[in-house]
């Protein structure tokens, strides 16, 4: 009985630490500055993003990862700030920008097939000087589960 209670005990504590985990961060250059990203590798992380969040600080964002180049859609459903998002390829070029508003579920398709997204705060690559063309340097071995 008393190995019983502390196994329940043990597992319910395994699940809110698992429901409250952070996810992984990096930092990134971008433009001249350093940002902290959290990582979205997998379809679940990929698909919460940066929904219901109240604020995103600067200098902070989400790199989504995808397992093979792809054209990607987003969308800003229960999401509260207004964010700029990057479609990159697998090289690190940036072959879109576009700015996406608080809680529009328009879609924002890519054009081109791209393996990566990065959602910063609204304005953030135009503050940072960056455009399409420009390189972002990823680093070595991020890649999808």
Not at 122 to 130: D, I, M, R, V, Y
């Amino acid at each position: 009985m008393l190995r019983t209670r502390y196994s329940l005990i043990f597992l319910f504590i395994i699940t809110i630490f698992s429901c409250t985990g952070s996810m992984e961060k990096i930092t990134l250059q971008i433009g001249k500055s350093i940002y902290v990203v959290e990582v979205a590798r997998t379809p679940e992380e990929r698909q919460k993003g940066l929904m219901d969040r109240k604020e995103i600080p600067d200098k902070t964002g989400m790199l989504f990862v995808f397992e093979n180049d792809r054209k990607l859609t987003f969308w800003m459903k229960n999401t509260h700030v207004p964010l700029s998002i990057a479609y990159i390829s697998s090289a690190g070029i940036i072959k879109e920008i576009h700015d996406m508003e608080p809680e529009s579920l328009a879609p924002v398709p890519s054009v081109h097939f791209v393996r990566y997204a990065l959602e910063l705060p609204k304005g953030a690559f135009q503050k940072e000087g960056l455009k399409e063309g420009d390189r972002i340097t990823l680093p070595e071995g991020i890649f999808a589960p």
